[in-house]
C-alpha cells in the first residue's frame, strides 16, 4: 500500500480565509490527518471577492474573467501560495516532501444546470510557485457530465466513517459552511448526498449589511432573538426543497428579502431556524432515518444552529471535533484525498452524490518546473 503525503487547500462560500490541511492517505481507505492551519482575508479581499461573485454572475464563458475577476483569481492564488508557504515552515517541511497539492478554489459561480461551474484560481501558477504537483479545477468533469459538481467530499467523508469503524449503522456528515450539504453513509450502500440549502451565508450577509460585521459570531444575535413564522414560511417555500438528492445549489441561490422588515436578533433567528430545516428536510430524503449526525464547517461553531439542528431533525448533534475529526479542516482535507483519488485515477463523484451517470474521477494536474 502506497502512502501519499498531500495537503488540501479550500476557500469555502463563507470566504472568511484559507483552510490548508495535510493528510497521509492511500486515496482509499487508510487516512492519517496531519496539521492544519487557517490564514483569514482581510476586510478588502473579502470584498474583492464579493464583488468577483457579483461579476461572475453573468458569465457564460467558465474560462473568462472579465472585470475585477482577474484580479480576485491573483489574489486567491497569492494568498493561497502563502499560507502553504507558511504551513511549511511552521511544519518545519520541505517541498520535496509534499506529493500533491489538492486546490480547490473559490466558487465564483455554480450553475450545474447550464453545465457551468467556475472556481478561480490559478492552478499551473501555484505549482510553479511552490515546486509541487497541484490538482485543480475538481468539479468541472463531472458538470461537463451532467451531474451537478457538488458535494465533492462525501468519498472523503465515507473514508472516514469506516477507518472509525462507524459504518455499522447509518450515519450523515452535515457540512455548514457557506452552503450546507450533507453525507449518508451506511453499510453496504455508495454515499448519499446533496446540498441542503444555505448555511451560513444569509446570516453572513444580513450581520454585514445590517451591523458590518463578517458573522454572527456564536449565534448571539440569533439566540438573542425570535423566529418569525411567517418569514420562515416563505423562505421555505422554495422549488429546491421538493426536488429529490442528488442536487447542488449556488451561493446566492436563496434570497434572505423575506426577512427584510424583521429587527437583526429576529432576522438572524428565522435564518437560523432556516438553515436547520433545510437540513432536516434533506435528511428526510436520505434511505434511512439517521440519529448520529456529526456537523463541520463553520455552522459547527454556532451553538444556537446546532441546537435548532437538533431539535428540528430528532438526532444526536455533535461536532466533528468531538467525533475525533476536524470540523474546521475537514473541506480542506477532503481536497487532499481527493487529489490523491484523481493522482491514481479513482472516481470520487458517484450518481448517488452528484447524479452523474457513472463514478467519475476529475481535476486537472498541474506539474512544476523541474519536477
Known amino acids: 500500500m502506497t502512502l501519499y503525503r498531500a495537503i488540501g487547500l479550500m476557500s469555502g462560500t463563507s470566504m472568511d480565509g484559507v483552510d490548508v490541511a495535510l493528510i497521509e492517505s492511500d486515496g482509499e481507505n487508510a487516512v492519517a490527518q496531519g496539521p492544519t492551519s487557517f490564514t483569514p482575508y482581510g476586510d478588502d479581499e473579502r470584498a474583492l471577492l464579493r464583488a468577483a461573485l457579483a461579476e461572475a454572475a453573468v458569465l457564460a464563458d467558465r474560462d473568462a474573467r472579465p472585470g475585477v475577476l482577474a484580479q480576485a483569481e491573483k489574489l486567491v492564488t497569492d494568498r493561497h501560495a502563502e499560507a502553504v508557504e507558511a504551513f511549511l515552515r511552521e511544519c518545519d517541511l520541505a517541498p ?62 465515507r473514508a472516514l466513517v469506516e477507518a472509525a469503524g462507524l459504518a455499522g449503522a447509518p450515519v450523515a456528515l452535515v457540512n455548514i459552511g457557506g452552503v450546507s450539504n450533507v453525507t449518508f453513509v451506511a453499510p453496504g450502500l455508495d454515499p448519499v448526498a446533496c446540498d441542503c440549502g444555505p448555511g451560513n451565508a ?85 434511505p434511512a432515518r439517521v440519529e448520529r449526525l456529526v456537523v463541520c464547517g463553520g455552522g459547527a461553531r454556532n451553538p444556537t444552529i446546532l441546537a435548532a439542528l437538533a431539535r428540528r431533525a430528532n438526532a444526536r448533534v455533535e461536532t466533528a471535533d468531538e467525533a475525533g475529526w476536524s470540523a474546521d479542516a475537514m473541506e480542506a482535507q477532503a481536497f487532499a484525498y481527493l487529489a490523491i483519488r484523481s493522482w491514481k485515477g479513482l472516481p470520487f463523484s458517484y450518481p448517488t452524490t452528484t447524479g452523474a451517470p457513472r463514478p467519475l474521477c476529475g481535476g486537472v494536474l498541474e506539474m512544476p518546473t523541474g519536477r
Open 96 to 157: 520535496a516532501e509534499i506529493d500533491l497539492i489538492g486546490f480547490h478554489g473559490q466558487t465564483v459561480l455554480h450553475r450545474p444546470e447550464k453545465k457551468l461551474t467556475v472556481q478561480i484560481g490559478d492552478g499551473a501558477a501555484l505549482a510553479r510557485r511552490l515546486g509541487i504537483p497541484v490538482i485543480h479545477d475538481f468539479r468541472a468533469w463531472d458538470v461537463a457530465n451532467g451531474g451537478q459538481g457538488a458535494p465533492l467530499v462525501p468519498a472523503y467523508h
Open 202 to 286: 444569509l446570516i453572513d450577509d444580513l450581520m454585514l449589511a445590517r451591523a458590518g460585521a463578517p458573522m454572527d459570531r456564536d449565534g448571539l444575535s440569533a439566540r438573542a432573538g425570535a423566529a418569525n413564522a411567517a418569514a420562515l414560511a416563505k423562505l421555505l417555500d422554495h422549488p429546491y426543497f421538493a426536488a429529490p438528492p442528488p442536487k447542488s445549489l449556488d451561493r446566492n441561490a436563496f434570497s434572505r428579502a423575506p426577512v427584510d422588515g424583521l429587527s437583526t436578533l429576529d432576522a438572524a433567528a428565522t435564518l437560523v431556524e432556516f438553515t436547520a430545516e433545510a437540513i432536516a428536510m434533506s435528511l428526510r430524503q436520505m
